[in-house]
Structures are given as structure tokens and as C-alpha cells.
């Protein structure tokens, strides 16, 4: 926060100029000093007040009542301040002070010990203080040179200006400028035309200023801010007067559109003058026009010729309430603009020191106002007598008039009724729809019912009417009879149009329930007929006389049931039938097919032909299989013999196998040693078989089936047990624990397939301690654990993926921290590894296999080359490992 002492002890501060010198504070206690502001901040601001017609002469007196101060801030603002009040009492100017000050704040200036009673008494030490601190914010702080702003910006623009000119050296608002050529070489700099640079002497400062002062004030619209001789006779002039007075340059020159702006200035005032002309003539003709009307429309008022019946008056009302709602308010406006263009007409030309207007003779505003008198006591006049009249026939044409509302509501009502209830929308719905334009009709019946009554008075109206001979009675009874003829067309349609929605909806419901009916009998049916052409079309294999037998024993029995399902046909088919015969005879549109089913009749006609067609086919297949069968069994007697032996041999290598692989006895290299010595005496009973072969090529299959799977057996548990070694060796799993995984395994196999259902595997897991209770986190936990032993899901689990899973299991932990404690050596203080770094640290094989797994993966911070702890771990390890 900045503060500046301003006369004395009183202080304001401000955020726009840097702290003063030292020096400043007692300038501000110089008579010379305060003699220049006063003439230079007078100057300044009647450059703003004559915008608007005024002046000061003393700075003291003329801004004690706020009146001036508020218009100033106005004028250099371009902004509306409060109202001044307009009291002559020293509260009043007190008031006006303090809404001018309160806006100088408002603008971001602070004010310290500056009041409104002061500037009310006269205080001219803290009334320059206060001018001061309105051209800091208004003149000089916005002023911007290359980032610099206020004092600063405005030296360095005065500075850059005057840099080509000899002899002028400006560093400061006060002694540089004595000389005047700091001021002359502005005007040149920009004007060049209005000043001889070149003849001005620097030791002719009186020469100098005078020349300036004297050019800026008649060419630059720049009023004379000081004296020549009061700055030549002082040893430093003042910074303030300086500043105010360079500032009204900077503002003149800013921008260099002096001409654009003079033109403008001139096209303005052009443009106000046209506007005032365009007034005065807009007020002469609006005058005229406005004094016709009225001349006019007295005659009209002031006519009291009578009518005879209700629709004369009425229209009379009518045009009167047309005059006052429609010729009547522009002219009430016209008026009004008048009085308003004449006032602003009148403001206009006094801002712009012209004459006041005088309309033409006759065409005063009071000229106008006194005609428009006239009008309205003519106007009064006439709209009694209206209402006089009106009150005479209303008592009659109001019954008419109830009549008419009557009358109109009823056929707004009808309209349109007779074409709803003549439609055939009917004839084409659907049963559910039939439905709805039932209730729909049966709402509307309730609405018919609901406007008897108003037919009723319409009709007693118009009998009213008729008793009391009113004059328009033909027009009434003829409306009259209209709604009475079409009350009764209506209720005739009505009854109509209910009878034919009753009977539409019975036949869709007779309909409805046959297609329902159908759709429950086709059906079945349908997949009796696609269930026997599966049967008859099914390829059988069979081995036996007996399979073969019994195949044509449920054959027989399927033929037998054809004549019923013939008449099942028929009776489906008849209903059908009995459908088409209701459309044909009543001529019932069908909108669709049936809603229960897409089973048409086509379609059962075209499977049941299907069927009798595969009855015979399926005849021919089994006498077929029949024959061949017999002559099998023969070949069957002589393998048989020879069969019962090999037979039985690979039945208990089978078992034997699958027992070694399931129980426990000795170590891994045990069990394979074992199998191997199996596999090896397997390999050797292999001339048997090819012997049998040899002599039944035609029945060997289940011989060579039982062979085969025998040998792939013994290698599969072969190859289980291999696996379990590497995985053991791998990591690190004793035989204890090995054997403890495969007796839990086990226990839960309980059908000795050598897998474990999902089930099973949740519940070894729980034997073996895992944390997977019936919640949805345990069923999580669960989920995550299957995706690993059973990745395709399979939906079993076998052996080497439930060891492979408990032994990363068991050595996860150790892993990781043998993997962070690696990271943390070789990354030291950073939170990731280089690949120089593993160079470094690690053996050049190792460090290069590692660095070319590092390359797949982004490092931190976008470094090239770099990994952190989940990256290094990932490209050491693998992400299945941590």
C-alpha cells in the first residue's frame, strides 16, 4: 500500500504511482508549487467541464456544493453518477461531495483523511488532493509503454518521443521540462507541421514554453495548464502540474488519429444539428397531424342521432370502443412523443449553445393540449349516451345473446361427431382394438346423455324469444331447428354404430377362440410330426440282433399310431375351415393371421406328407440292418473266444496305471520309473494283438480302441509325472509337501477321475487353509483363483495346475521381496532402474537378457530405457509370477 502527503497532514492513497521522493513532500508545502496546481488542475478540468456548457474559475469554491464535481466525474467517466441533490444547505453539498467521493472509490482509489466536510469548507490543499487523485485515474493510470503503466508508462512514452531531438534529455516531470524543448519536440514529434524545431533555442526557455503552450492550445484542443514565466522562475516546477499537463499531450497524440477525429468530431456535430432540424420538422408535422384529428373527431363525438334496435347501438359502442382502443392511443401517444421530442428538443439545442425552438403560431404545445381538452369533454358527452341507449335494448338482446352462447357451444360440441360416428374403423380391428372402441363409445354415449339439458334451454330460450316478439325471431327458430334435427341424427348414429360394434366384437371373439383353440391343438401336433420325422430320418448303429429287433419292434408301434394322427390332422384342419367359413359369410375384414401361433395350415400338410414319405424309407433301412446283424453275430462267435482273453489283459494294465499315478509309494522318480518298466511290457504284448487283428480284420475295432487308449494312458501319466518334477525342482517343493498336495487332492477326488469339480476344488482349498467363505468377497476370490488353474474354463482341475498354483502360492511372497530388495540395491535413492545402471551392476549376459525384457515397457516420466518396480519386476519375473 503507497501513500503520499498531500498539503500538510492530510494523506490519500492510491495504487497507481510509486512513493514520491522525499523531497516531494515538502515541494508540497511550496506557495510556487501550489500555485501551479491550482492553475494546472483548474485548466484540466474545465477541458472536461465545457463538454458539458460549464466551467470552474476558483477550484476551491466552485466544487464545494458536489454539483460540478459530480458533472466532472460524468464527463471524464462516461458514466452515470447518483442524483445530486439540489438543496442550497450544507448537508445537500455534503450529500453531493460524498456520492462523488464514494464513486472515486468505487474505482479502486483509496481515499485516506480526504472528507466531503473539507471539500464543502474549501479546503484547497485537500481539494487539490482530491483533483490529484482524480487525473491519476482517469488521465494517467491506464497510460501502458511496454509493460510499464501510470508515471513510469508515461515517462517512457515521453522519453521514446523525444529521443531524436538534440537538446532534450527527459528524466523526470520537473526540471527537464524548464527548458521548453521537452514540449515543443511532442508537438513536432507528431505535428511537425505546426512547429520550427529547427530555430528553437535551448538557452530561450520563455520562447520555448510559449510557442508550446500557445500551439497546444490552439491547434491540439490542449488548454493553457501553466505559465511560461511560472515555470522558467521556479528552481523545480511542480511534478503534479508537470504530469497533468504532459498527460493532455499523451491523450491528444495517443493513437495517431488525429484526423479520423476531427472528422468525426465534425460529422457529430453535423449529425446533432441534422437531428435537431429532423426534429423541428418531425414536431411542426406531428403538430399538424395531431390538431386535424382532433378537429375531425369532435363532430363524430357530438352526434346524437338515435338508433332503433340493439345491433345499431352496439355497432355505435363498437366503433367507439375501436376509437378508444385503437385511433385514440396513438394519438394519446403522439401526444405524448410530442411533448417529449419538444423537451428533448429544447435540452438539445440549449447543450449545443443554439437558440430555443419556437413552433409555428397555433402549434404550441398548449395550443395542443388545449384542443385535446375539447376532445375528451366531447368524447365524455358522447360515451354517456351510448351507455344510456344500450342500457335500453341490453335487457332484451341479452336473452338473445344467451341464446347464441348457447347455441355456439353446443355446435362447437358437435362438430365433427356425425363423421366419427359414421366410420368403419371397426370393420378392420383387431379384437383388442374392437375393445377400446367400444369403451370410447360407451364414453361418448355418457357425453350425448350429458347434453340433453343444454338442448333443452336452447330450445325454451328461443320459445322465450318468440313470446316476446323479438325482432330477429326467424334467424333464432331456424338455428333452433337445426340443433333439434341434428340431436336426433345424432342419437339415431349413435344406436347404430353401438349395435355394429357389439356385433363386430362377437364374431373376433368367435374367431379369437377358434384360433386359440387351433394353436393349442397345432401345436403339439407340429412337434409330434417333427419329432417322428427325427425318428425316421435317424441314423442308427447297432451291434446285436437283439438292438435291431427292438428298433423294429418301435417302429411297428409308431405306424400303428398313424390313423389317429390322421384324424388329429383333420380335426386341426377343420377348425381352420370353420374360421374361413365365419369370414366368408359375415365378411369380416382380417386384419392379420392368427395372434397364438405362426402354425398355418400349409405347413401341417406339408410334414405329415413328409412323414408318410420316410414310414416306407424307414422300412426298407431296418430290413437292411436286420440281415447284416445276422450275419455279424456269426463273425462275433469266433472273436469272441479269442477277444476274452486280450480283453480282460488291457482292463487291469488300465487300473494298475491309474493306481500309480493316484497313490503314493516312494518318490517321483519311483512312480516314473515305474510306469516305465509298464509302458515296456505294454510295447511287448503288442504281436497278440496284431495277431488277432490278422485273423478278424472285420471285428478288431474294440480290440485296437482298448490298445490304443492303454498306450495313451501309460504316456499321459508318464508325462503328469515328469511335469511334477520340473514343477518341484522348479520351486523348490519337498517331497513332504508334494505328497501332502497330492493326499488332499485326493480326499477330494472322490470319483478317482484324476480331476476335481469346482466344488470339490473350493473345498480342498479350505482343507488346506484359503480364506473363501460365502460372501461376495470370497466368491471373488474364488473366480480370480479359477481363472488361474482353469484358464479355459473346463470347469475341472487337474493335478499339475493345482501343484503349479500352490506352489506360486507358497513362494509369491518370498519372490517379491527378493525382487524389491534386488530393485532397491541396484535403483539406490530413484524410484527406477536405467539400463546403463544393470550394465553396471549385473554380469553382461544376464544384464543384457534382462534389458532386452525391459524393452516392451514405457518408463516413468516418459525416460527412455527406464523401469520401475512393477515394470522391472514384470520384465524379470513375468506378470503370472508377481
Not at 7 to 14: K, L, P, R, S
Not at 328 to 347: G, R, S, W
Not at 570 to 591: R, S
Amino acid at each position: 500500500m503507497e501513500c503520499h502527503r498531500i498539503h500538510g497532514n492530510h494523506v490519500y492513497e492510491n495504487n497507481y504511482m510509486p512513493q514520491e521522493d522525499d523531497w516531494d513532500r515538502d515541494m508540497l508545502l511550496d506557495p510556487a508549487w501550489e500555485k501551479q496546481q491550482r492553475k494546472t488542475f483548474t485548466a484540466w478540468c474545465n477541458s472536461h467541464l465545457r463538454k458539458a456548457g460549464t466551467q470552474i474559475e476558483n477550484i476551491e469554491e466552485d466544487f464545494r456544493d458536489g454539483l460540478k464535481l459530480m458533472l466532472l466525474l460524468e464527463v471524464i467517466s462516461g458514466e452515470r453518477l447518483a442524483k445530486p441533490e439540489r438543496g442550497k444547505m450544507r448537508v445537500h453539498k455534503i450529500s453531493n461531495v460524498n456520492k462523488a467521493l464514494h464513486y472515486i472509490t468505487s474505482k479502486g482509489v483509496k481515499l485516506v483523511s480526504i472528507g466531503a466536510e473539507e471539500i464543502v469548507d474549501g479546503n484547497a490543499k485537500m481539494t487539490l488532493g482530491m483533483i490529484w487523485t482524480i487525473i491519476l485515474r482517469f488521465a494517467i493510470q491506464d497510460i501502458s509503454v511496454e509493460e510499464t503503466s501510470a508515471k513510469e508508462g508515461l515517462l517512457l512514452w515521453c522519453q521514446r518521443k523525444t529521443a531524436p531531438y538534440k537538446n532534450v534529455n527527459i528524466q523526470n516531470f520537473h526540471i527537464s521540462w524548464k527548458d521548453g524543448l521537452g514540449f515543443c519536440a511532442l508537438i513536432h514529434r507528431h505535428r511537425p507541421e505546426l512547429i520550427d524545431y529547427g530555430k528553437l533555442r535551448k538557452d530561450d526557455p520563455m520562447t520555448n514554453l510559449n510557442t508550446a503552450f500557445d500551439v497546444a492550445e490552439k491547434y491540439l484542443d490542449i488548454p493553457k495548464m501553466l505559465d511560461a514565466e511560472d515555470i522558467v522562475g521556479t528552481a523545480r516546477p511542480d511534478e503534479k502540474a508537470i504530469m497533468t499537463y504532459v498527460s493532455s499531450f499523451y491523450h491528444a497524440f495517443s493513437g495517431a488519429q488525429k484526423a479520423e477525429t476531427a472528422a468525426n468530431r465534425i460529422c457529430k456535430v453535423l449529425a446533432v444539428n441534422q437531428e435537431n432540424e429532423q426534429l423541428m420538422e418531425d414536431y411542426e408535422k406531428l403538430a399538424s397531424d395531431l390538431l386535424e384529428w382532433i378537429r375531425r373527431t369532435i363532430p363524430w363525438l357530438e352526434n346524437r342521432a338515435p338508433e332503433n334496435t340493439m345491433q345499431a347501438m352496439q355497432q355505435k359502442l363498437e366503433d367507439f370502443r375501436d376509437y378508444r382502443r385503437q385511433h385514440k392511443p396513438p394519438k394519446v401517444q403522439e401526444k405524448c412523443q410530442l411533448e417529449i421530442n419538444f423537451n428533448t428538443l429544447q435540452t438539445k439545442l440549449r447543450l449545443s449553445n443554439r437558440p430555443a425552438f419556437m413552433p409555428s403560431e397555433g402549434k404550441m404545445v398548449s395550443d395542443v393540449s388545449n384542443a385535446w381538452g375539447g376532445l375528451e369533454g366531447a368524447e365524455k358527452g358522447y360515451e354517456e349516451w351510448l351507455l344510456n341507449e344500450i342500457r335500453r335494448l341490453e335487457r332484451l338482446d341479452h336473452l338473445a345473446e344467451k341464446f347464441r352462447q348457447k347455441a355456439a357451444i353446443h355446435e362447437t360440441w358437435t362438430e365433427g361427431k356425425e363423421v366419427m360416428l359414421q366410420a368403419r374403423d371397426f370393420e378392420t380391428a383387431s379384437l383388442s382394438e374392437i375393445k377400446a372402441l367400444l369403451k370410447k363409445h360407451e364414453a361418448f354415449e355418457s357425453d350425448l346423455a350429458a347434453h340433453q339439458d343444454r338442448v333443452e334451454q336452447i330450445a325454451a330460450i328461443a320459445q322465450e324469444l318468440n313470446e316476446l316478439d323479438y325482432y330477429d325471431s326467424p334467424s333464432v327458430n331456424a338455428r333452433c331447428q337445426n340443433i333439434c334435427d341434428q340431436w336426433d341424427a345424432l342419437g339415431a348414429l349413435t344406436q347404430k354404430r353401438s349395435e355394429a360394434l357389439q356385433r363386430t366384437e362377437k364374431l373376433l371373439e368367435t374367431i379369437d377362440q377358434l384360433y386359440l383353440e387351433f394353436a393349442k391343438r397345432a401345436a403339439p401336433f407340429n412337434n409330434w410330426m417333427e419329432g417322428a420325422m427325427e425318428d425316421l430320418q435317424d441314423t442308427f448303429i447297432v451291434h446285436t440282433i437283439e438292438e435291431i429287433q427292438g428298433l423294429s419292434t418301435a417302429h411297428e408301434q409308431f405306424k400303428a399310431t398313424l390313423p389317429d394322427a390322421d384324424k388329429e390332422r383333420g380335426a386341426i384342419l377343420g377348425i381352420h375351415n370353420e374360421i374361413a367359413k365365419i369370414v366368408a359369410t359375415y365378411h369380416v375384414n382380417m386384419a392379420g393371421t392368427n395372434p397364438y401361433t405362426t402354425i398355418n395350415p400349409q405347413d401341417i400338410n406339408a410334414k405329415w406328407d413328409k412323414v408318410r414319405q420316410l414310414v416306407p424309407q424307414r422300412d426298407q433301412a431296418l430290413i437292411e440292418e436286420h440281415a447284416r446283424q445276422q450275419n455279424n453275430e456269426r463273425l462275433r462267435r469266433q472273436f469272441a473266444n479269442q477277444a476274452n482273453v486280450i480283453g480282460p489283459w488291457i482292463q487291469t494294465k488300465m487300473e494298475e496305471i491309474g493306481r500309480i499315478s493316484i497313490e503314493m509309494h516312494g518318490t517321483l522318480e519311483d512312480q516314473l520309473t515305474h510306469l516305465r518298466q509298464y509302458e515296456k511290457n505294454i510295447v511287448n504284448y503288442k504281436p497278440k494283438i496284431d495277431q488277432l487283428e490278422e485273423t478278424h480284420q472285420l471285428i478288431q475295432e474294440h480290440i485296437r480302441v482298448g490298445w490304443e487308449q492303454l498306450l495313451t494312458t501309460i504316456a499321459r501319466t508318464i508325462n503328469e509325472i515328469e511335469n511334477q518334477i520340473l514343477t518341484r525342482d522348479a520351486k523348490g517343493i519337498s517331497q513332504d509337501q508334494m505328497n501332502e498336495f497330492r493326499a488332499s487332492f485326493n480326499h477330494f477326488d472322490r470319483d478317482h477321475s484324476g480331476t476335481l469339480g469346482a466344488e470339490e476344488f473350493k473345498a480342498c482349498l479350505i482343507s488346506l487353509g484359503f480364506d473363501i467363505a460365502n460372501d461376495a468377497q470370497g466368491e471373488a476370490e474364488f473366480s480370480r483363483i479359477m481363472s488361474i488353474v482353469d484358464p479355459n474354463r473346463v470347469g475341472v482341475v487337474t493335478f499339475q495346475a493345482f501343484i503349479d498354483f500352490m506352489s506360486r502360492e507358497t513362494a509369491d511372497t518370498d519372490t517379491a521381496d527378493q525382487v524389491m530388495a534386488s530393485f532397491k540395491v541396484l535403483a539406490g535413492d530413484k524410484n527406477y532402474i536405467l539400463a546403463d545402471e544393470l550394465r553396471r551392476e549385473l554380469p553382461p549376459d544376464q544384464a543384457e537378457y534382462c534389458i532386452a525384457r525391459m524393452a516392451p515397457y514405457a518408463g516413468p516420466d516418459a525416460i527412455p530405457g527406464a523401469l520401475d518396480y512393477m515394470s522391472f519386476s514384470t520384465a524379470l519375473y513375468g506378470e503370472s509370477d508377481l
